[in-house]
């Protein structure tokens, strides 16, 4: 094909160049505020950049592809309503050695002055479909991250109009600099579901081996007991009733019941016998962290966060990832709070505070349905939800994890509504 990497040589005026390096500069801070506005759909950030890449190279058309496995895949196009539609009737994914995979990999601009001029012998079907559709004039930008080819950009106009060497450079250099920007940005996306993922896993698992050790070793001495009871029934049940037979039985029962709660407390000392792991925690940053990871699920929800966190907060030796467990915890039950009030605003309140001696404190506050008058002396008992699905095991779980951090944590109700989850941890 007639390809060449030079437009139309015209050399730009001062001024113009000063122009035009407002444009790029613009161009990119655009797209760093469409990155910073938009922290799940990545679609805003595609259109941000087609936008930008239309109006610094005057085109009439423009289409951002990626690269996947099997090919490009068009993630976005923009520009000409007519022309926009002619060219989504291109097939969504360039496959591996397709025309436009070929000028990827080339990794350098491919600039088409004129379809209607190329070698009759690259007249192909991708030549067709182009010149169908309206285009004349093509620039190719692939996008490059450490050489890898991350997408292409292309951009195109009905008339025979060739872009001038400054379009070209300049869009050449903003693409190098979004292709930096999307790559990042979508590796950190997809870091931050993988760990949102992990959390989930990490709590469903624990969960699980926890409660079925736990099934397994009582299950056996609470049917010995049940045994116990029917056999005491029918003993009370002869003429004249057997006492004796009874008391035998009430004995095996309250054995049951004592070996029950030995198996308990067994578990109870397994639990608190783990030593947490000792590093030096920045619990401002720590908490900044599990905002972020949960970042997504606060969105869906509609809750707005406000952050109050606290100056020079001391340091505290503890165990990271349990601390940023118990904040993960509250944090999702705030959610779940708030989820289940249809109207007012869902407002999650996170703050710190230095507590002098106390060491730090950590205070989450949501607008969710509040905490009933009964749950609240048993809130925080292994097992106790009143949730339809809940486990019941996530604030016995923070508790434990607080106090082995030689801390305190409790609940209180707010007015008008929501609930309030406090905590302290020992500073270092
Ligand atoms: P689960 O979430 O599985 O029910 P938890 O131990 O985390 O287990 O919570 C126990 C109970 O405490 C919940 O079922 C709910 O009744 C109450 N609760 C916890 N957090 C809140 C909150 N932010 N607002 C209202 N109630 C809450």
Redesign the pocket.
């Known amino acids: 094909m007639n390809q060449s990497i030079h437009g139309e040589g015209t050399a730009p005026e001062p001024e113009d160049r000063v122009t035009e390096l407002i444009e790029q500069q613009t161009a990119i801070s655009e797209l760093l505020r469409a990155i910073a506005n938009s922290p799940h759909d990545m679609q805003p950030i595609f259109d941000a950049i087609l936008d930008s890449a239309t109006r610094l190279c005057r085109a009439d058309i423009c289409s951002l592809r990626l690269s996947e496995e099997s090919g490009l895949r068009r993630v976005a196009i923009r520009g000409d309503p007519l022309l926009v539609s002619q060219a989504l009737s291109f097939p969504a994914l360039a496959e591996n050695g397709s025309h436009l995979s070929q000028i990827a990999t080339s990794r350098l601009p491919t600039h088409i002055p004129d379809f209607a001029v190329v070698d009759g012998d690259l007249r192909d079907d991708f030549w067709k479909a182009v010149v169908n559709a309206g285009f004349r004039t093509s620039l190719f930008v692939p996008l490059l991250k450490d050489d890898e080819i991350v997408g292409i950009v292309t951009l195109g106009r009905k008339q025979v109009q060739p872009f001038t060497d400054r379009q070209i450079c300049l869009f050449r250099d903003f693409a190098a600099q979004a292709a930096i920007a999307l790559e990042s940005t979508r590796r950190e996306r997809q870091y931050r579901e993988a760990q949102m993922a992990l959390a989930h896993a990490n709590r469903v698992a624990t969960m699980g081996q926890f409660t079925a050790s736990i099934v397994h070793e009582i299950k056996q001495p609470i049917a010995t007991a049940r045994n116990n009871a029917v056999a005491a029934l029918r003993f009370l049940d002869r003429s004249p009733p057997d006492v004796a037979e009874v008391r035998e039985a009430l004995t095996c029962i309250l054995d049951d019941n004592d070996r029950t709660n030995d198996i308990v407390d067994r578990i109870e000392s397994l639990i608190k016998k783990a030593p947490p792991r000792k590093e030096t925690v920045d619990l401002n940053a720590a908490i900044l962290d599990v905002i972020a990871l949960i970042h997504g699920e606060l969105v869906n929800a509609g809750v707005t966060v406000a952050t109050q966190l606290a100056g020079g907060l001391p340091y505290i030796q503890g165990d990271r990832v349990q601390l940023q467990q118990v904040m993960l915890?509250?944090i999702?039950?705030?959610i779940?709070?708030?989820n289940a009030v249809e109207d007012g605003k869902r407002e999650l309140h996170i703050s710190t505070v230095s507590m002098g001696p106390e060491g730090v404190g950590v205070a989450?506050r949501?607008t969710?349905?509040?905490?009933?008058p009964e749950?609240l002396p048993?809130?925080?008992e292994?097992f106790?939800?009143?949730?339809p699905?809940?486990?019941?095991?996530?604030?016995?779980?923070?508790l434990s994890i607080v106090e082995a951090h030689g801390g305190r944590l409790w609940?209180t109700s707010c007015e008008p509504r929501?609930?309030l989850?406090q905590f302290t941890i020992l500073a270092d």
């Open positions: 915890n509250l999702v039950n705030a779940q709070s708030m989450v949501d969710g349905q509040g905490l009933r749950s048993r809130l925080f292994p106790y939800t009143t949730k699905d809940g486990m019941g095991m996530g604030l016995s779980i923070c609940a929501g609930a989850f």
